[in-house]
């Protein structure tokens, strides 16, 4: 099956520094790549999602790089702020099998002030 | 966005009993839903893949006997937690994935706190 590596597993940064957060995966069927943001008890939310046919998106302070051939992603976030303190998890889908994700092993993000 | 509910978001049982979770799409109708479980500082297990109207699908380690999945309509999945004890203290989080939503794209529920002394 599915298996995704997340790192780093902290992370912390300065107030306006960039961050940013690999994940490889390893199943070369795999087209869908999400990034979760997940406060504390909270609902995993989808900040930014890439397509394999796609090799980079961006939204406004948020991007996310697709190598396919390397079987890794990052996200990327910019001017870094305190709100954006919290753990954030990539995953991987492949077609068939429900469609369901498996996710790597989380970030915890805190931007200092 | 589609929106998913689940219920109870917290709740705490003695050992030895039943706890039953639904989740639930608001405004769209969910034909798959998934069953994730979260202990603290860790990533989202997924536990099982819920069909409406067939049996889950489990992942490899969870017991089917012990996690009952039912998707009895497009809108609604339970999760049973049977004979709970205090390992399966954890956070309980269903999301669905909507047939409109694009790709692959599943929308979380709100989670539900399980504390089984």
């Known amino acids: ?113 | 966005g589609a929106v998913v509910s689940q219920h109870p978001s917290r709740v705490i049982c003695k050992s030895g009993t039943s706890v039953k979770i639904e989740c639930r799409s608001l405004d769209f109708q969910a034909t798959t839903m998934f069953w994730y479980r979260q202990f603290p500082k860790q990533s989202l297990m997924l536990m099982a893949t819920s069909n409406e109207g067939s049996k889950a699908t489990y992942e490899q380690g969870v017991e089917k006997d012990k996690f009952l999945i039912n998707h009895a309509s497009l809108t609604l999945s339970t999760l049973t937690v049977t004979s709970a004890h205090p390992e399966d203290s954890s956070f309980y989080i269903c999301s669905a994935r909507a047939p409109t939503g694009g790709y692959n794209e599943q929308f979380f529920g709100p989670g539900t706190r399980l504390t089984v002394l």
Not at chain 1, 1 to 15: D, F, I, K, R, Y
Not at chain 1, 43 to 68: C, F, W, Y
Not at chain 1, 91 to 99: H, I, L, Q
């Open chain 1, 1 to 113: 099956g599915e298996n995704v590596e997340q790192h780093p597993s902290t992370l912390s940064v300065q107030e306006g520094d960039s961050a940013v957060i690999k994940c490889t995966y390893s199943d070369s069927a795999s087209n869908y790549f999400p990034w979760y943001k997940q406060e504390l008890g909270k609902r995993p939310q989808l900040i930014i999602d890439i397509r394999s046919n796609v090799g980079e998106k961006k939204d406004q302070r948020i991007a996310v790089t697709l190598n396919k051939t390397a079987k890794h992603f990052s996200l990327h976030i910019t001017e870094t702020q305190p709100e954006d303190s919290a753990v954030y998890f990539c995953a991987a889908s492949r077609p068939g099998g429900g469609n369901k994700l498996t996710f790597g092993t989380g970030t915890q993000l805190k931007v200092e002030l």
